[in-house]
Structure formats: C-alpha cells, structure tokens
C-alpha cells in the first residue's frame, strides 16, 4: 500500500568530452584554507574558582535537600495510609464480630 518510490538517476545519453583549452594551466592556483579567529583563553583567578566551587556546592545542597524533604513527604505519607489502613480494618473486623 505505501511504497516508497525511490528516484531513478538518468543514463547519460551520450559521451560528454571536455575541450582542451592551452591558455588555462592544468593544475589551477590553490588558495589556502582560511584560519578560525583565535578566540582569548578563559583565565580563572583564585576568586572566580572560589566562586564557582561555592556556586556548586550550594546548588548540590539546594537539590539534596529538596529531593530529601520529597522522599520525607512519600514516607509520610506511606505511614499515614497504613495507620489508616490497620484502623479500618479493625473496625470492619470489630463490626464482624458484634
């Protein structure tokens, strides 16, 4: 049903010579590649190392603390349900017996 149809190259229709031509040198001029601009190396002082390791210390932190209080607040939670849980079926079980 979806084919996919793939293009056909055409045959050349005949033998396609060049004309030889004296005024132009068979091996033309080359110019050389041209050079990517030098860009100015990063100097990192004591104070911005400093900074930077202190930048990345806080945000390790930051993100510890927030994935902590997330997994604290899942435990929770979990307690909670069973707590409830446990006190239902003490209940229904209770009705049982009466």
Known sequence: MLRPRIPTNPLPTGIVTGTARSDVPAVPHQTPAPTAPVRPTVQ??????VAVIGGGTAV???VGAVLVSMLLAVAVTAASLAISALVIRSLVAS???R
Do not use: I, K
């Not at 990192?44 to 190392?49: M, Q």
């Open 95 to 97: 009705q049982n017996h």
């Open 60 to 62: 390790v932190l930051v």
């Open 44 to 49: 990192l002082t004591p104070g911005a190392v």
